[in-house]
């Protein structure tokens, strides 16, 4: 099976830099995912990574360690419509490369 | 943009009922799933379809069975609705990939179910 963890809850003010940390262990890693939910929506999705290092796009940036089984999702530049929720999903290619899911982070930009 | 529209957003039942879930996608992908979100537990994957009529069991598919009659349209059914299976249900689709792969799974907006 597998075993992903996230914070439940985090806070941060408008304009700082928010990271939200993902730990997961898996028996056949094939890569790793990003989404973000506001609330009553559909998940839509940010980032994948596969290999270690660091994916940027715009003020959104993923880093991947394979051998210690991390990820985290780096918000720059945060603005009051960053508050969602962010879920890390693991593809298992023991798993018919299906993702498994942590419980998500609920992100909340203050003023 | 792909686009996978579920038939309901809000939907109440009564227990015991027969409750169809229909999700639709346009962008021809392979690959179709259904999930579950309940609060501290995230996205659980209920049953998945990786072509036409055909099926595969999730992690938690008890209670539940799936159709796919058309490469589009992936239907949830709940057999006789019970009040633990009160959850939102998210419908996703992606295309097939082979190795390693970037491809996404797409979701509907979720159909928030309440069976009383």
């Known amino acids: 099976g597998q075993n992903i963890d996230q914070p439940t809850e985090m806070t941060a003010t408008e304009g700082a830099i928010v990271q939200i940390n993902c730990t997961y262990q898996?028996?056949?890693?094939?890569?790793l995912f990003w989404y973000q939910q506001h609330a009553g929506e559909a998940p839509t999705f940010l980032s994948y990574?596969?290999?270690?290092g660091l994916e940027e796009k715009g003020r959104f940036s993923s880093f991947l360690s394979r051998s210690k089984g991390y990820s985290y999702l780096l918000l720059k530049e945060l603005q009051m419509k960053d508050s969602a929720s962010y879920l890390c999903?693991?593809?298992?290619?023991?798993?018919?490369?299906?993702?498994?899911f942590g419980g998500g982070t609920r992100l909340m930009v203050k003023p | 943009d792909v686009k996978v529209t579920q038939s309901s957003r809000y939907l109440v039942k009564r227990t015991g009922e027969k409750v169809f879930l229909e999700c639709v996608q346009d962008?021809?992908?392979?690959?179709m799933f259904w999930y579950r979100q309940d609060p501290g537990l995230g996205l659980r994957l209920i049953y998945f379809?990786?072509?036409?009529?055909?099926?595969e069991k999730g992690d938690i598919p008890e209670g539940y069975s799936v159709s796919r009659e058309k490469k589009e349209r992936f239907s949830l059914i709940l057999e006789s609705a019970s009040t633990n299976q009160t959850s939102m249900y998210l419908c996703?689709?992606?295309?097939?990939?082979?190795?390693?792969?970037?491809?996404?799974?797409?979701f509907g907006d979720g159909t928030r179910l309440s069976i009383l």
């Open positions: 996703a689709s992606s295309l097939t990939q082979v190795g390693p792969s970037n491809q996404p799974q797409h």
């Open positions: 990574n596969v290999l270690d």
């Open positions: 999903a693991v593809r298992d290619n023991n798993a018919g490369n299906m993702l498994t």
């Open positions: 379809s990786y072509d036409v009529k055909m099926k």
């Open positions: 898996t028996s056949g890693f094939n890569g």
């Open positions: 962008m021809d992908h392979e690959n």
